[in-house]
């Protein structure tokens, strides 16, 4: 296994949600990665995002992991979720905070300022 | 490939399909929307569903030919 893949998968694994996505938070640089993140963020998803755009590598070692051919992906507690039609489907049901609340508690929505982002190409 | 192509494929992996559709969402040829209603999708998570999606388009997913896809799938209750 090579090192990005490495630090790719410990990201899904240990972040309690992970996004990976297109530009940051700060700066998306795609529609559905927004999508994706404003879904996140109206169920109230303590977020780690991960930009995929500085390699191609990381889109790459993110699909084989996955076996999910686009992006934006999304994982809670390792298992992943689905894209931006997914997350969006599953917020406007109420599921996401159903399964946000599952997997990592009650008192998921901790006040955060901002998401975190982590750099898998470790520079 | 166009529009017949997409459509072609999804009905040979959805062949019962009640509603099947695929648009081009921005007229780039490119940027498609699919809609998909199917007894294949009936007791599948959303990610399941999904991939059954990605699996019957994966040339045209891996060839460039998809830049984005949209999918709305629907199980036939």
């Given amino acids: 296994m090579t090192e990005l893949r490495e630090r790719i998968q410990t990201v899904v694994s240990d972040e309690p949600v992970a996004l ?3 530009g940051t938070p700060g ?64 917020a406007a049901s109420g599921e996401l905070e159903q399964k946000l609340e599952q997997a990592l508690g009650a008192d998921y929505r901790r006040p955060q300022p901002e998401e975190r982002v982590v750099d898998v190409l470790g520079s | 490939m166009g529009l017949d192509r997409l459509e072609e494929l999804l009905h040979g992996a959805f062949p019962d399909a009640r509603e099947l559709s695929v648009a081009d969402r921005t007229g780039t040829g ?48």
Wanted: proline letters at 5%; aromatic letters at 6%; glycine letters at 8%.
């Fill in chain 1, 20 to 22: 990976f996505m297109k």
């Fill in chain 1, 27 to 90: 700066l998306i640089m795609c529609g559905n990665s927004d999508r994706a993140l404003r879904a996140l963020r109206a169920a109230g998803a303590p977020v780690t995002a991960v930009n995929i755009l500085p390699d191609p590598r990381i889109r790459q070692e993110l699909s084989d992991i996955s076996g999910w051919p686009t992006v934006p992906q999304v994982f809670i507690r390792g298992e992943l979720v689905g894209g931006a039609d997914i997350v969006e489907e599953l």
């Fill in chain 2, 30 to 77: 490119d940027h498609f929307q699919v809609t998909v209603e199917s007894r294949r999708f009936e007791g599948l998570s959303l990610v399941d569903q999904h991939r059954l999606v990605y699996d019957a388009l994966a040339e045209p997913l891996a060839d460039g030919t998809i830049h984005e896809l949209r999918i709305k799938t629907k199980g036939l209750a």
